[in-house]
C-alpha cells in the first residue's frame, strides 16, 4: 500500500530506538569457535528505557557489525547466530563522543528443529502419514518453530493440540480438516516432536541439512530490523499499519480479539477490545483520514470501526451463505482499504463493501474468495481471486468487473500492490513468482523468485520502486530491482517470520507483523545500498 495516500498532515515523528540524525556508533566483530570472523550473525541492541524495542543488524563478511546513529543510554547487546551458543548480554554505556567497541567469540551450539524454515523441515522431515495434511493445513497462520518444534508434549498432549486447534480455529479447519487427517498429524507430530522422537535431535546431524541453507551475500547483511514485542502473549499481530499521525495499527489474530496502537518512538502500544467473544481473529486494520480505524474479522465475519473519540469498536455482522454460517468460507473478512469515498471494502468471502453511513454491506458474488486489494488513481479497484488465479478490476465509473487469468497456471496470488508507474504488482505464491500487469497494455512480466519454494506473502514497494517480498517458507525476504532483474534475498530476525502484509510509512521505514513471534517491526536499508 502507498504511503501519504491522504498527502498532508504528516507528522514525522523523532526516529525510533537508537536511530537518530546524530548519534554514536556502536561496533565490533563477531568470530566463531575457530578464530574465523563470521558472516551473517545478528546483534542486537536493547536501550533498557526502552526494553520492548529491539534493533538487530548483521554482522557481514569480515565479520563485522554496526549500529549507528545511537543515541546516549544504557543499552543490552547480544548476538544471535544459528548453530552457535550466544555470548551473554554485553551492557554497554552509550555516551556522547564516545564510540563504543565490543566484539564477540560465539562458541559451538547446536542447530535445532525451531531454527529451520518450513521449507527445510519440509525437506528434512521424513515423509509419513499426515505430513502432507500438516503441511497444507497447518502452515496458513503459523509455521512449526515457536507452536510444535520449540514444545515437548507426549502423544496425548499432541492430541489434545490439534484438538485445541480444530476447536479455537474452526472457521477455518473445519471444512479442511477432517477427523481421520487430525489423528494423522497428530500421531506424524508426536513422532517427529513427542517425547520418544524419531528423528535427530538437531537437524543438522541429517546429511542434506547443508544443502537447505541459503546462500546470502555481503549486500544481505546491510539490513537493520527494529521490532517491538506485544504486551501479552499470543497476540499474533498479523501486519503494523502506519497512519497518517504517525501512530502504527495493529491487528491481532485468534482468539487475542484486540487492535493495538504502537508509539514507535516509544514502544508503548495501547489496546483495544473488539466486543465479539469467540475468536474474531482480526486480520488487518487499517485507518481512515478522519481517524477512524477498520478492521476486518475473519474469524466472526465482521467489520469493526474504532471510535477515535470513544476509543471503542463496533462491529457489523455480515451474513453467511446459508448452510455454512460459522465456518470461514461461508463468510469471513480478510483485508481491509477505504476507498477515497469513505467506503470501507473488505476482501474475503466474499468481496464487500460497507457503507459507514447506513452499516450496510454490498456484497459481490463475483469475487466469492478475493485475498488483496487497492485502488490506483483513477479509483479503479484491483484485487486479487487467489483459489481462481485471476486478478480483477472493478472500473471506478462503470462498476464493472474484469478479470486476467495470473501468467502462470493455478498460482495462487496473494498480495497485490500498485507501484509508482500505476504498474500492479501481484505475488504468486503456489507458483513462487513475482508478475507485474501493466493495465494500459494488459499485458504481464514475470520473475521467478530464488530457492526450492519461495513462496511470496507479504508485499511492499519502497520509495526507490524496489519490489519486497516475504517468503513464507523459505524465512527470507527479498528485494527485486524490476530494472535489471536482480534479487537480493535477505535473513529475516527470527524464524518462522510469517510476515503477512508490507506498508510503508512516510520515512521510507517498511513495516511487518510477525505473528508467532508476537512482534511487529520494520526494516531499513542505509541510505545508498
Ligand atoms: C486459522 C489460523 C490457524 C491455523 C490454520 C492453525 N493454527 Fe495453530 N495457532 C493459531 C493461533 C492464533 C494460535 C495461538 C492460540 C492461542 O493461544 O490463542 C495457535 C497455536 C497453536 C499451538 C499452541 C497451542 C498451545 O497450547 O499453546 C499449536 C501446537 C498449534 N497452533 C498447532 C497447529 C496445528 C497442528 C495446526 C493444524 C492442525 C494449526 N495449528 C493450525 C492459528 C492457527
Same mark, same amino acid.
Given at each position: 500500500?502507498?504511503?501519504?495516500?491522504?498527502?498532508?498532515?504528516?507528522?514525522?515523528?523523532?526516529?525510533?530506538?537508537?536511530?537518530?540524525?546524530? @548519534?554514536?556508533?556502536?561496533?565490533?566483530?563477531?568470530?566463531?569457535?575457530?578464530?574465523?570472523?563470521?558472516?551473517?550473525?545478528?546483534?542486537?541492541?536493547?536501550?533498557?528505557?526502552?526494553?520492548?524495542?529491539?534493533?538487530?543488524?548483521?554482522?557481514?563478511?569480515?565479520?563485522?557489525?554496526?549500529?549507528?546513529?545511537?543515541?546516549?543510554?544504557?543499552?543490552?547487546?547480544?548476538?544471535?547466530? /544459528?548453530?552457535?551458543?550466544?555470548?551473554?548480554?554485553?551492557?554497554?554505556?552509550?555516551?556522547?563522543?564516545?564510540?563504543?567497541?565490543?566484539?564477540?567469540?560465539?562458541?559451538?551450539?547446536?542447530?535445532?528443529?525451531?531454527?529451520?524454515?518450513?521449507?527445510?523441515?519440509?525437506?528434512?522431515?521424513?515423509?509419513?502419514?499426515?505430513?502432507?495434511?500438516?503441511?497444507? &493445513?497447518?502452515?496458513?497462520?503459523?509455521?512449526?518453530?515457536?507452536?510444535?518444534?520449540?514444545?515437548?508434549?507426549?502423544?496425548?498432549?499432541?492430541?489434545?493440540?490439534?484438538?485445541?486447534?480444530?476447536?479455537?480455529?474452526?472457521?477455518?479447519?473445519?471444512?479442511?480438516?477432517?477427523?481421520?487427517?487430525?489423528?494423522?498429524?497428530?500421531?506424524?507430530?508426536?513422532?517427529?516432536?513427542?517425547?520418544?522422537?524419531?528423528?535427530? &535431535?538437531?537437524?543438522?546431524?541429517?546429511?542434506?541439512?547443508?544443502?537447505?541453507?541459503? +546462500?546470502?551475500?555481503?549486500?544481505?547483511?546491510?539490513?537493520?530490523?527494529?521490532?517491538?514485542?506485544? +504486551?501479552?502473549?499470543?497476540?499474533?499481530?498479523?501486519?503494523?499499519?502506519?497512519?497518517?499521525?504517525?501512530?502504527?495499527?495493529?491487528?491481532?489474530?485468534?482468539?487475542?480479539?484486540?487492535?493495538?496502537?504502537?508509539?514507535?518512538?516509544? @514502544?508503548?502500544? &495501547?489496546?483495544?477490545?473488539?466486543?465479539?467473544?469467540?475468536?474474531?481473529?482480526?486480520?488487518?486494520? /487499517?485507518?481512515?483520514?478522519?481517524?477512524?480505524?477498520?478492521?476486518?474479522?475473519?474469524?466472526?465475519?465482521?467489520?469493526?470501526?474504532?471510535?477515535?473519540?470513544?476509543?471503542?469498536?463496533?462491529?457489523?455482522?455480515?451474513?453467511?451463505?446459508?448452510?455454512?454460517?460459522?465456518?470461514?468460507?461461508?463468510?469471513?473478512?480478510?483485508?481491509?482499504?477505504?476507498?477515497?469515498?469513505?467506503?470501507?471494502?473488505?476482501?474475503?468471502?466474499?468481496?464487500?463493501?460497507?457503507?459507514?453511513?447506513?452499516?450496510?454491506?454490498?456484497?459481490?458474488?463475483?469475487?466469492? &474468495?478475493?485475498?488483496?486489494?487497492?485502488?490506483?488513481?483513477?479509483?479503479?479497484?484491483?484485487?486479487?481471486?487467489?483459489?481462481?488465479?485471476?486478478?480483477?478490476?472493478?472500473?471506478?465509473?462503470?462498476?464493472?468487473?474484469?478479470?486476467?487469468?495470473?501468467?502462470?497456471?493455478?498460482?495462487?496470488?496473494?498480495?497485490?500492490?500498485?507501484?509508482?508507474?500505476?504498474?500492479?504488482?501481484?505475488?504468486?505464491?503456489?507458483?513462487?513468482?513475482?508478475?507485474?500487469?501493466?493495465?494500459?497494455?494488459?499485458?504481464?512480466?514475470?520473475?521467478?523468485?530464488?530457492? +526450492?519454494?519461495?513462496?511470496?506473502?507479504?508485499?511492499?514497494?519502497?520509495?526507490?520502486?524496489?519490489?519486497?517480498?516475504?517468503?513464507?517458507?523459505?524465512?527470507?525476504?527479498?528485494?527485486?530491482?524490476?530494472?535489471?532483474?536482480?534479487?537480493?534475498?535477505?535473513?529475516?530476525?527470527?524464524?518462522?517470520?510469517?510476515?503477512?502484509?508490507?506498508?510503508?510509512?512516510?520515512?521510507?521505514?517498511?513495516?511487518?507483523?510477525?505473528?508467532?513471534?508476537?512482534?511487529?517491526?520494520?526494516?531499513?536499508?542505509?541510505?545508498?545500498?
Amino acid at each position: 500500500m502507498k504511503p501519504l495516500r491522504w498527502g498532508i498532515g504528516i507528522l514525522i515523528l523523532a526516529v525510533s530506538v537508537s536511530y537518530g540524525t546524530s @548519534g554514536e556508533i556502536v561496533s565490533g566483530t563477531v568470530k566463531d569457535p575457530s578464530g574465523t570472523p563470521l558472516m551473517g550473525a545478528f546483534v542486537r541492541m536493547r536501550n533498557s528505557a526502552r526494553s520492548k524495542i529491539t534493533v538487530s543488524v548483521l554482522s557481514n563478511k569480515q565479520g563485522h557489525y554496526r549500529f549507528e546513529n545511537v543515541s546516549p543510554g544504557d543499552y543490552s547487546l547480544w548476538v544471535s547466530a /544459528v548453530g552457535y551458543k550466544s555470548d551473554p548480554l554485553a551492557n554497554v554505556t552509550v555516551a556522547a563522543g564516545k564510540p563504543i567497541a565490543r566484539d564477540f567469540a560465539l562458541q559451538q551450539g547446536m542447530v535445532r528443529w525451531n531454527d529451520v524454515s518450513n521449507a527445510q523441515a519440509r525437506i528434512l522431515l521424513p515423509d509419513g502419514k499426515g505430513k502432507q495434511a500438516w503441511f497444507n &493445513q497447518c502452515f496458513i497462520c503459523h509455521g512449526f518453530q515457536s507452536k510444535v518444534a520449540g514444545t515437548h508434549r507426549n502423544a496425548q498432549g499432541w492430541v489434545s493440540a490439534v484438538t485445541f486447534m480444530r476447536t479455537a480455529m474452526h472457521y477455518n479447519l473445519a471444512l479442511s480438516l477432517r477427523d481421520q487427517d487430525a489423528a494423522e498429524v497428530a500421531a506424524y507430530l508426536n513422532d517427529m516432536f513427542g517425547t520418544d522422537s524419531k528423528v535427530p &535431535q538437531s537437524p543438522a546431524a541429517l546429511s542434506g541439512y547443508k544443502d537447505t541453507l541459503r +546462500p546470502f551475500t555481503d549486500e544481505s547483511m546491510k539490513i537493520v530490523y527494529v521490532d517491538y514485542d506485544l +504486551p501479552k502473549a499470543n497476540s499474533f499481530p498479523f501486519s503494523a499499519t502506519p497512519d497518517k499521525d504517525g501512530k502504527v495499527w495493529i491487528p491481532e489474530f485468534g482468539r487475542a480479539n484486540r487492535i493495538g496502537r504502537l508509539d514507535a518512538a516509544s @514502544g508503548e502500544i &495501547q489496546e483495544f477490545s473488539v466486543p465479539f467473544s469467540g475468536t474474531a481473529s482480526v486480520h488487518s486494520a /487499517v485507518s481512515a483520514p478522519d481517524g477512524t480505524v477498520w478492521l476486518a474479522e475473519q474469524g466472526s465475519n465482521r467489520v469493526g470501526k474504532w471510535d477515535p473519540k470513544t476509543e471503542t469498536i463496533t462491529e457489523y455482522q455480515a451474513v453467511y451463505e446459508a448452510g455454512k454460517e460459522g465456518i470461514g468460507a461461508g463468510g469471513s473478512k480478510h483485508t481491509t482499504r477505504i476507498d477515497p469515498k469513505g467506503y470501507v471494502w473488505t476482501s474475503g468471502f466474499p468481496l464487500t463493501r460497507l457503507d459507514p453511513k447506513t452499516g450496510k454491506f454490498t456484497y459481490y458474488p463475483e469475487a466469492a &474468495q478475493a485475498y488483496s486489494m487497492d485502488f490506483d488513481a483513477e479509483g479503479n479497484m484491483w484485487f486479487t481471486l487467489s483459489a481462481d488465479s485471476k486478478l480483477g478490476k472493478i472500473g471506478a465509473k462503470t462498476g464493472k468487473f474484469t478479470f486476467w487469468p495470473t501468467p502462470t497456471p493455478k498460482s495462487f496470488p496473494r498480495r497485490l500492490e500498485l507501484d509508482h508507474d500505476g504498474m500492479i504488482w501481484i505475488g504468486e505464491f503456489d507458483t513462487g513468482r513475482l508478475a507485474r500487469f501493466d493495465p494500459k497494455t494488459q499485458t504481464y512480466k514475470e520473475w521467478v523468485l530464488p530457492g +526450492p519454494d519461495p513462496t511470496p506473502y507479504a508485499l511492499g514497494i519502497d520509495r526507490n520502486n524496489q519490489i519486497w517480498y516475504s517468503s513464507h517458507n523459505q524465512d527470507v525476504i527479498g528485494r527485486l530491482d524490476p530494472k535489471t532483474g536482480k534479487i537480493t534475498e535477505y535473513p529475516v530476525p527470527y524464524p518462522e517470520n510469517t510476515m503477512k502484509e508490507f506498508f510503508l510509512d512516510a520515512q521510507g521505514r517498511m513495516w511487518f507483523g510477525s505473528p508467532p513471534n508476537n512482534k511487529v517491526g520494520y526494516f531499513t536499508l542505509p541510505s545508498g545500498s
